[in-house]
């Protein structure tokens, strides 16, 4: 075998990057795959790669919305169009809570819908004038309700109850109670003991427990119909929300249209993880692809970004190669097929904040034959280097994997003698031989003639 050192003429465009990673403590709904380059194309990939939720024990399950892009909602309800400072002139119907007083409000209350904010969160500020309305929604049925209770009880319409007493009353009356809480002024509530990962955060609460965070439009509709959907799941006999809902779709309908059913909710509460695999075709020049969180829906918040990874499998090139390889029909050094892959079944843990790994590749073009005949394949060589990289406090941190392709090339073949070698090296052992059979013909008759003498 011999092994040759080429300048690198291969002029393809693209390369194939394969991949297999699971992302430790990351939600398959905010993982994405990005791909840069020096040629200035930056571009978020969808095609030919497959997520699947993990659970805690490591389980593989299949993600709903595998290859799809991440789904455009409604931040706002376009038909609310008093700003908040309006809203607000008349009473704040939505709660500002802090941490005790949420717990009181869900011994209080059956049914607690909460926002976890931040003030600079620019999706929670667009969001504040809906949340507001709906609370006042949710306040106007309740007094309806109460209107209607005491026009039976009371006809004449005097019911000797007190403003303090009334308002009370309509509390007791509330389908669901809105509130929200500030994670600028609470953030080690919102951060360690409700795990919040991004703003805003829309949770709701029954019976003093968390049901699942709302993921869907924000409009009023929508939310209603949410809420109602909860109750008839958890409540069936009971119809506080489905009323609430109803009368949203008599006052919304004609402007936001008949509400689509809400997404189904993936209910994995802590630390979900997520693998990602399938395959990039990346431009042929110095690049990185990059794994991260990023949402359409809220803000993340970089501190509680953990992309911390497993590498099952990376590799560069067609993978019909590497099997030709494994298979032992490729003209090739023994140890070749751990350079392809070399970084897997490699752990990598980021145990602080604002923090992730950054992986440096090294790409070399290695051509070779493979039988039958003299064909010819072409894989690639990784040469890898990791180091922990920090992040600004506002940066979202993203695994990285920065390759570049080396200018040089390596051919591996087998040379073959051609017949007449093959007869010039018999020629050569065979004068050889007769050349020291002479010589040692010539010692023996010397030494034979000075003794006779």
């Known amino acids: 075998m011999v092994t040759e050192m080429l300048i690198d003429g291969d002029d393809s465009p693209k390369v194939r990057v394969n991949f297999n990673i699971t992302m430790l403590d990351l939600r398959c709904e905010y993982a994405v795959v990005d791909v840069v380059s020096v040629l200035g194309t930056e571009q978020n990939v969808t095609q030919h790669v497959n997520k699947w939720n993990l659970d805690q024990e490591g389980v593989r399950k299949r993600y709903h919305g595998r290859n799809k892009n991440q789904k455009d909602i409604l931040y706002f309800d376009e038909s609310v169009t008093s700003t908040i ?15 005790d007083q949420l717990a009181k409000a869900m011994k209080e209350n059956q049914f607690v819908f909460v926002d976890f904010f931040a003030g600079w969160c ?57 509130a ?31 049901y699942g965070d709302y993921n869907a439009d924000r409009t009023i509709v929508h939310f209603t119909n949410y809420l109602a959907r909860v109750e008839e799941d958890v409540k069936p006999d009971v119809f506080k929300l489905d009323h609430a809902d109803t009368r949203v779709k008599e006052s919304f309908e004609s402007q936001s249209g008949l509400p689509r059913k809400a997404i189904p ?43 911390s990874h497993e590498i099952h499998h990376l590799s560069f090139g067609d993978p019909s190669m590497s099997r030709i390889i494994e298979r032992g029909r490729a003209y090739v050094p023994d140890d070749l097929n751990g350079k392809l892959s070399p970084m897997d079944g490699y752990v990598y843990v980021t145990s ?50 920065i ?27 065979i004068g050889g031989t007769f050349t020291v059979v002479g010589m040692v013909e010539s010692s023996i008759h010397s030494m034979t003639s000075k003794k006779r003498r």
């Open 352 to 401: 602080g904040y604002h923090q992730a790994h950054h992986h440096h590749l090294k790409i070399v073009t290695t051509e070779f034959n493979y039988s039958p005949g003299t064909k010819r394949g072409k894989t690639y060589q990784l040469l890898g280097q990791s180091q922990l990289a920090g992040y600004e406090s506002d940066i979202v941190p993203e695994a990285r994997f």
């Open 85 to 99: 400072e309006e809203l607000h002139e008349d009473g704040e119907d939505a709660e500002m809570l802090d941490p």
């Open 265 to 307: 909710q993936w209910k994995d509460e802590e630390h979900p993880g997520c693998q990602i695999s399938g395959f990039l075709m990346v431009d042929r020049v110095p690049g990185n692809f990059h794994i991260k969180a990023r949402s359409n829906k809220k803000n993340l918040i970089p501190s509680m970004t953990n992309v």
């Open 180 to 210: 929200k809480v500030d994670c600028v002024a609470h953030e080690d509530f919102c951060l360690r003991q409700q795990q919040v990962l991004g703003y805003p955060t829309l949770r709701l609460f029954y019976n003093g427990e968390k």
């Open 403 to 429: 390759y570049d392709l080396s200018p040089v090339s390596m051919l591996f073949k087998q040379k073959s003698r051609k017949w007449y070698d093959y007869l010039t090296s018999v020629m050569a052992i």
């Open 122 to 178: 620019s999706h929670c500020q667009v969001l504040a004038p809906t949340w507001e309305t709906l609370a006042e929604v949710m306040h106007e049925v309740a007094t309806e309700s109460l209107e209607e209770k005491l026009a039976d009880k009371y006809p004449s319409g005097d019911h000797g109850y007190s403003e303090e007493e009334y308002h009370a009353a309509v509390k007791v009356l509330l389908p669901v109670k809105i």
